[in-house]
């Protein structure tokens, strides 16, 4: 048998204000969740980094104590892993990516902007407006990483967390939290689509390469898509033939996991009372024979969006997590 599991941790600090639950307050849920995941290979998101005494501008440096604290006593904490980074060999500062696994990591990458260079766009709605286009690229990268499985070899694991939906910012069109226009706020929102679908492009040309190389590569995407099923982000990832309407291409389609859950039980994520699958994890044609069965732990997930709602009351995640199941004979 063979557990991998997706989870945005949501925001996984020290937390020292008011507002926020601290860490030892969220530990004890948060290791509830990860206990009841028991991951073989765990990809978490939204995994802060901590600055280290000696941090400074000039000599950046960052560890993920908080991870370790959350972890320290579980199973995970033996586990290999490996985690997105800055160009200064150290975890970003907010938002990384984390995979841990039970088996050996043999390669780790990551792409930002890598396969498909930075966007030039000129916005329209800044104030003052804007007279040349300028550089559009993604906040995150994608991290890849190979896991060599004793009984099927090498997996590919794809770690995402894709741009949110909340709208980009235009210069001059807000005021605190509020947008001076609607037409601001609709080309922020414009922005961030592009940056989510360009980040789902770039994830869905390493696929291909991946493939191209191995056309029976055993391939994991997951994470937070902040799109649904449907949406333009997961469909250019999965690449279904029903949308390149090329039979010859049926090779490459990855295939969702969350088609296996009930459609009342299929969501990750509450707004306005309503379930939405932001987190998803699709696999590669020559994973699917192993495949036994997917689960969403939504049971405890609370409304994000309820009015005047805090951090502070919810020491869980926003997001729960994804577990698919594999049969290994």
Not at 313 to 327: C, I, R, W
Request: charged letters at 20%.
């Amino acid at each position: 048998m063979l557990r991998i599991a997706s989870f945005n941790i949501e925001n996984l600090d020290v937390n020292e204000n008011e507002r926020n639950p601290s860490l030892n307050q969220r530990i004890p849920t948060l290791q509830t969740s990860l206990n009841r995941i028991n991951a073989d290979i765990l990809c978490l998101q939204e995994v802060h980094g901590q600055e280290l005494p000696d941090h400074t501008s000039d000599n950046p440096n960052r560890n993920l104590s908080a991870l370790d604290a959350v972890i320290d006593g579980t199973d995970y904490a033996s586990f290999s892993r490996a985690f997105t980074k800055t160009s200064d060999n150290v975890p970003y500062d907010k938002r990384n990516l984390v995979i841990l696994s039970a088996f050996p990591i043999i390669d780790v990458q990551q792409y930002r902007n890598d396969k498909i260079e930075k966007l030039q766009y000129r916005k329209v709605t800044a104030v003052p407006e804007e007279t040349e286009a300028k550089d559009i690229s993604w906040e995150r990268p994608i991290l890849h990483v190979q896991v060599e499985h004793p009984d099927i070899g090498v997996i590919h694991l794809i770690n995402l967390h894709l741009k949110s939906r909340l709208a980009s910012t235009i210069s001059g069109q807000k005021n605190g939290f509020a947008w001076n226009s609607a037409a601001g706020w609709a080309e922020g929102y414009f922005l961030s689509s592009i940056k989510r679908v360009g980040q789902a492009i770039e994830t869905r040309m390493l696929v291909d390469e991946i493939l191209a190389t191995d056309t029976e590569a055993k391939i994991v995407v997951s994470g937070d898509f902040n799109a649904e099923p449907g949406q333009v982000p997961v469909d250019a990832i999965c690449g279904a033939v029903e949308n390149t309407d090329n039979p010859a291409l049926r090779s490459n389609v990855l295939v969702p996991c969350s088609l296996a859950i009930p459609e009342s039980t299929r969501f990750s994520h509450l707004h306005h009372g309503k379930g939405n699958l932001l987190d998803h994890m699709l696999i590669s044609q020559a994973l699917l024979p192993f495949f036994s069965h997917a689960q969403i732990h939504n049971e405890n997930l609370h409304d994000e969006s309820l009015p005047y709602s805090f951090d502070a009351k919810y020491p869980e995640s926003d997001h729960a997590p994804f577990v698919a199941q594999f049969t290994i004979d």
